[in-house]
T-cell receptor, first 110, second 114 residues
């Protein structure tokens, strides 16, 4: 089993603040995805990163894949209440199996 | 916009009973997945399915579980002789191809084993 640890597990911040969520593993992945999950719903894909060192920006969200393709980070600038949710990273191995991280529950306080 | 659908949304069953969870994939998708999420825990991969056979399965997916696509439309997960610890949200996901393709998740089935 390939483990993905996310930190922090819980995060509560004021609207307008910046935050970073980390996803770490000792395993190498062919790609890594970030999802957001609302209560009672399935995860929704935010981004896929493939190349070591890759940085992708999605409006106020910046995703980075580590050089060794073992870790990733999600940075949110000027958080909004609509960013509240559970953020999941998922590593994809060459065998088409997805390994989800432990999740980070973000609460943005108005 | 095409979406993955799952039925039922909530299933309550007695321990030892068999349940079948159903998923209707997006029509041109070729790869299908089942995941489990126990309340408060992470999403866990169960099985992937392609070309009418299992392509990968996790250690969770033991002989108690089976999957099939009986009619070319529904993709089902059968759990024989359910246990209390099978209580969880079960998500189906589908993917068009194995390039950097997005997995689309269904809304999930909440299984409660009493």
């Amino acid at each position: 089993t390939q483990l993905l640890e996310q930190s922090p597990q819980f995060l509560s911040i004021q609207e307008g603040e910046n935050l970073t969520v980390y996803c770490n593993s000792s395993s190498v992945f062919s790609s890594l995805q970030w999802y957001r999950q609302e209560p009672g719903e399935g995860p929704v894909l935010l981004v896929t990163v493939v190349t070591g060192g890759e940085v992708k920006k999605l409006k106020r969200l910046t995703f980075q894949f580590g050089d060794a393709r073992k870790d990733s980070s999600l940075h949110i600038t000027a958080a909004q209440t609509g960013d509240t949710g559970l953020y999941l990273c998922a590593g994809v191995n060459t065998g088409n199996q997805f390994y989800f991280g432990t999740g980070t529950s973000l609460t943005v306080i108005p | 916009e095409p979406e993955v659908t799952q039925t039922p949304s909530h299933q309550v069953t007695q321990m030892g009973q068999e349940v079948i969870l159903r998923c209707v994939p997006i029509s041109n998708h070729l790869y299908f997945y089942w995941y489990r999420q126990i309340l408060g825990q992470k999403v866990e991969f169960l099985v992937s399915f392609y070309n009418n056979e299992i392509s990968e399965k996790s250690e969770i997916f033991d002989d108690q579980f089976s999957v099939e696509r009986p009619d070319g439309s529904n993709f089902t997960l059968k759990i024989r002789s359910t246990k209390l610890e099978d209580s969880a949200m079960y998500f189906c996901a589908t993917r068009r191809d194995l390039t950097i393709g997005e997995q689309f998740f269904g809304p999930g089935t909440r299984l409660t084993v009493l």
